[in-house]
T-cell receptor, first 117, second 112 residues
């Protein structure tokens, strides 16, 4: 149980284009999803917290207009990197949790490797 | 905010020996401490977690200990196997469903 699927797993695109990454909880309803960014050989840095049906909460220093997050249903959150540039190249990982009073742990997807040329 | 430090950054142990990874945290309000294993090109996988009302938790070859007074917690892997080779991250949060602060990671290599 507690499977989180992320798609695509790998994407290469030209500078200036927008890229959408999907995060799905396959066997549970995720009231809260998180988006992380990870550079090579580094730890995970939280970008934003996404609650179903409400606006995402962004961490300090993360541009909300650059990284658009939508959590329209209990099983799907999307991250759109708008007008991507080479410095946006990174490994993006989502996690999902049941949230609320259930105090359930976070389960992670397998990440999306984004390369901007 | 919370700050989590993790040591060592790299660890090599002989197959069959034990491995210990240690973390310290700064926020006394943290109550939830998970450990994740990350293999190359994959997302982190939860391997064990502990909450502040418990001092120790064990799951087969993996155990975690927590000292709330000293604000540190440790991961213990016994009888290590080659498939244990990966990067391990500790993390802390107030509750499991709230944002996690991660340690810097430990690259564990099991030598056959």
């Amino acid at each position: 149980g507690a499977v989180v699927s992320q798609h695509p797993s790998w994407v290469i695109c030209k500078s200036g284009t927008s890229v959408k990454i999907e995060c799905r909880s396959l066997d549970f309803q995720a009231t809260t999803m998180f988006w992380y960014r990870q550079f090579p050989k580094q730890s995970l840095m939280l970008m934003a917290t996404s609650n179903e049906g409400s606006k995402a909460t962004y961490e300090q220093g993360v541009e909300k207009d650059k990284f658009l997050i939508n959590h329209a249903s209990l099983t799907l959150s999307t991250l759109t990197v708008t007008s991507a540039h080479p410095e946006d190249s990174s490994f993006y990982i989502c996690s999902a949790t049941l949230g609320g009073y259930h105090n359930q742990p976070q389960h992670f997807g397998d990440g999306t490797r984004l390369s901007i040329l | 905010g919370e700050n989590v430090e993790q040591h060592p950054s790299t660890l090599s142990v002989q197959e069959g020996d034990s491995a210990v990874i240690k973390c310290t945290y700064s926020d006394s309000a943290s109550n939830y401490f998970p450990w994740y294993k990350q293999e190359l090109g994959k997302g982190p996988q939860l391997i064990i977690d502990i909450r502040s009302n418990v001092g120790e938790k064990k799951d087969q070859r993996i155990a975690v200990t927590l000292n709330k007074t000293a604000k540190h917690f440790s991961l213990h892997i016994t009888e290590t196997q080659p498939e244990d080779s990966a990067v391990y991250f500790c993390a802390a949060s107030k509750f499991g469903n709230e944002k996690l602060t991660f340690g810097t990671g430990t690259r564990l290599t099991i030598i056959p």
